[in-house]
């Protein structure tokens, strides 16, 4: 019953270091998902992937790199941490695309509060 | 480009009230409107998931409804409670193939 785990949850870095957040799932969905939640703003796509091997932008990707080598794990990585990059990571996953006309729910993991010094 | 629009950004009623939270969005061609939960520290719980096709679903307390043509959808509570107190967030998926989230209205009901 684990759904979308997250890791880490908390992550302090320096300006330009590096690091990567681990996104698991295990209800077999195609579609994986990276937002960022900043104060007073709603959730901003960084990137998608639609299959196993398959990335794709979404509307804030730059500054960050996604590798999605195995259907159940979808990884975010930054290369050189700025400041503007302090932000409540989320990860989701869904069944099948947002643009599809069946029921898509979307489900969430808990979160990694990122902060950049 | 999708743009989705929560007002109030807070709302305080007491107990036992039903209350009504405001979506609006601007690409009237979307597929799905999704209406979600978020507790403090925690992540999103889909609450309810209307399809561009139907007007309205509900689940318990909550109803939500949506209409297309003036691109606007409701999420309706049925007699509130304290453990209703959460960040409520609706999203719409439009032609961009991607959910847009608005920023969500911070609800807190009143023992």
């Known amino acids: 019953n684990a759904g979308v785990t997250q890791t880490p949850k908390f992550r302090v870095l320096k300006t330009g270091q590096s690091m990567t957040l681990l996104c698991a799932q295990d209800?077999?969905?195609?579609?994986m998902y990276w937002y960022r939640q900043d104060p007073g703003m709603g959730l901003r796509l960084i990137h998608y992937?639609?299959?196993?091997?398959?990335?794709a932008k979404g509307e804030v990707p730059d500054g960050y790199n996604v590798s999605r080598l195995k259907k159940q794990n979808f990884l975010l990585g930054l290369e050189s941490a700025a400041p503007s990059q302090t932000s409540v990571y989320f990860c989701?996953?869904?069944?099948?695309?947002?643009?599809?006309?069946?029921?898509?729910?979307?489900?969430f993991g808990a979160g990694s509060r990122l902060t950049v010094l | 480009k999708q743009e989705v629009t929560q007002i109030p950004a807070a709302l305080s009623v007491p107990e036992g009230e039903n209350l009504v939270l405001n979506c609006s969005f601007t690409?009237?061609?979307?597929?799905?409107l999704q209406w979600f939960r978020q507790d403090p520290g925690k992540g999103l719980t889909s609450l309810l998931l209307?399809?561009?096709?139907?007007r309205e679903q509900t689940s318990g307390r909550l109803n939500a409804s949506l209409d297309k043509s003036s691109g606007r959808s409701t999420l309706y509570i049925a007699a509130s409670q304290p453990g209703d107190s959460a960040t409520y967030l609706c999203?719409?998926?439009?032609?961009?193939?991607?959910?847009?989230f608005g920023s969500g209205t911070q609800l807190t009901v009143l023992p």
């Open positions: 999203a719409a998926s439009g032609s961009a193939r991607q959910l847009t």
């Open positions: 989701a996953s869904s069944r099948m695309g947002q643009a599809t006309s069946g029921a898509n729910v979307l489900t």
């Open positions: 690409d009237s061609a979307i597929y799905n």
């Open positions: 992937s639609v299959g196993e091997g398959t990335t």
């Open positions: 209307i399809q561009s096709s139907q």
């Open positions: 209800m077999n969905h195609e579609y």
